[in-house]
Each structure stands twice: as structure tokens, then as C-alpha cells.
């Protein structure tokens, strides 16, 4: 999520204690359970509801709010690094994320990512990449990570791993639906749900 600490005249002020809620509150009212989609499918909508009903408020974070990951960074720098921003466009086409979604992993493999990274990884060219290589010293950093997220004690089961590659025909479902900061449907993405804030605030003020 991105914040500011020095909010411009035209822009939502909050204190420093509250600057994360209007963040979590478009993650709510987009998760599946509740979210005006006519895409959501019944079955969808009542596991969702089941999961809201039963999931730990430690692990519930992910469920509302889900946790992108940079792949390559993390690698490089030897430690998870978390993308602040859930949102597309923190997804550059060079790059590999790992999206958090509670419900499953998936790792997004940009069109434009070096060859040679998505054969260590993956052990195969872009096209052909359908899932992780088994834990090697090149690849270890990212099962470190996937096994933080993957841990029995998480609640009611550990997510699969899914692999989704740019523009694949299930982009949308497995990582699109679950970007909360962006806008789709009658949802409004995170900066005009601040902005819609503002105005209301002010206009009650």
C-alpha cells in the first residue's frame, strides 16, 4: 500500500494510525465474498463466505488484502521483498511476482523477464513454463519464501502454487480479480476511493 506522510491540500489527511484503513476497507468490499461481480459464480461466493467466517485474523490480512511479492528482487537481495502497491501496474512485463491471495500462490512471469532467470526457476523458456523447478541453491531463496506462506498451521489448508504468464488466458482469474488497488467492475481502485473520501469528508465538514 502506498502512503504519504505530507498529504497536499486536495488529498485525504489522516493520522498516522488510520493511514492504512481506507487501504484494507477496498480490499473488503472487493473480496469475493461481498464484491458486486456477476462473475462470481454461487460456489465462489459461499467459500469465500466460509473462509470470512472461520480464517484466524492473523491470516485473515492476506484474505482481504493480498500480499504481492517481487520474485527477482527477493532473490537478489536475499530476503522477501514486498511490492507496496497491489495493484497492475506494479507488474513489470522484466519482472516475476508472487501474488498471495490466502487461497492459492500464484507466481505472474512477465512477457519481457530474462530467458535465463525463467530457466533457473522453472527450467524451461517462457512459453514453456508450467511450475517450479524442486528446491536447488539457485531457487532456494523463493522456496524459503513459499514456505512461509505455505506453513500447516496457516489455516484450513496450505495454498497450491499456480503459474501465470502475462496475457495468459488465466491472468485475470488467478491475479487480476485480486489486484484490490486497481479498479474493475463498479469497484473504484484505491486513489479514487481516497479522493471519493475527501469529498465526503469535506463536504460534511
Request: aromatic share 10%; glycine share 6%; charged share 20%.
Amino acid at each position: 500500500v502506498s502512503t504519504q506522510s505530507t498529504w497536499a491540500s486536495n488529498q485525504l489527511f489522516l493520522p498516522d494510525s488510520l493511514k492504512l484503513l481506507p487501504a484494507y476497507i477496498t480490499g473488503i468490499l472487493k473480496n469475493v465474498s461481498i464484491r458486486n461481480d456477476p462473475e462470481v459464480t454461487p460456489d465462489e461466493r459461499v467459500a469465500c463466505i466460509s473462509r470470512a467466517s472461520t480464517i484466524s485474523c492473523k491470516h485473515a490480512l492476506s484474505f482481504y488484502f493480498p500480499a504481492l511479492y517481487d520474485v527477482i528482487q527477493t532473490i537478489h537481495q536475499e530476503k522477501p521483498v514486498l511490492v507496496h502497491t497491489c495493484s497492475i501496474e506494479s507488474l513489470d512485463g522484466e519482472g516475476i511476482y508472487l501474488l498471495d491471495t490466502s487461497w492459492y500462490l500464484a507466481i505472474w512471469i512477465g512477457r519481457k523477464v530474462n530467458e535465463d532467470i525463467v530457466r533457473v526457476l522453472f527450467g524451461s523458456d517462457w512459453a514453456n513454463a508450467k511450475q517450479l523447478l524442486p528446491r536447488n541453491n539457485d531457487n532456494r531463496l523463493l522456496w524459503d519464501l513459499i514456505d512461509t506462506l505455505q506453513y500447516p498451521g496457516r489455516g484450513p489448508g496450505c495454498p497450491p502454487i499456480v503459474v501465470v504468464k502475462q496475457t495468459s488466458p488465466i491472468e485475470k482469474l488467478y491475479v487480476g480479480r485480486y489486484l484490490v488497488e486497481d479498479e474493475f467492475g463498479s469497484a473504484m481502485s484505491y486513489p479514487n476511493f481516497l479522493y471519493h473520501l475527501h469529498r465526503r469528508i469535506q463536504a460534511s465538514g
